[in-house]
């Protein structure tokens, strides 16, 4: 079992900043994929990010150049740097820990851009 605790969300004026923290603890495989996924309301869940445990990372298209994914294995904690925010970045954002199979998710966090 993977335990997921997420961190860094509120209320922040468009073109502002935020990072989100997403801390695992359990039984870590030595293999496994991070990613932020992020749900508005009346949306469908979607992938914003991944990072892998060898450092691969990919990002939907929406986010690339504002959004930065990065993990401190030391700590098992993922981070989401979120730059530029912009109002449609406004949704619950949620930390999955994908491993041996098997996917985790944290509580979610919710980010809103607003003026």
């Known amino acids: 079992q993977v335990q997921l605790v997420e961190s860094g969300g509120g209320l922040v004026q468009p073109g502002g900043s935020l990072r989100l923290s997403c801390a695992a603890s359990?039984?870590?495989?030595?293999?496994?994929?991070m990613a932020w996924y992020r749900q508005a309301p009346g949306s469908q869940r979607e992938l914003v990010a991944l990072?892998?445990?060898?450092?691969?990372?990919n990002y939907v298209d929406s986010v690339k150049g504002r959004f930065t994914i990065s993990s401190d294995k030391a700590k098992n904690t993922a981070y989401l740097q979120m730059n530029s925010l912009k109002p449609e970045d406004t949704a619950v954002y949620y930390c999955?820990?994908?491993?041996?199979?098997?996917?985790?998710w944290g509580q979610g966090t919710q980010v809103t851009v607003s003026s």
């Open positions: 999955k820990h994908a491993q041996l199979g098997r996917d985790y």
């Open positions: 359990g039984s870590i495989d030595s293999f496994y994929v």
């Open positions: 990072i892998t445990s060898n450092g691969f990372t």
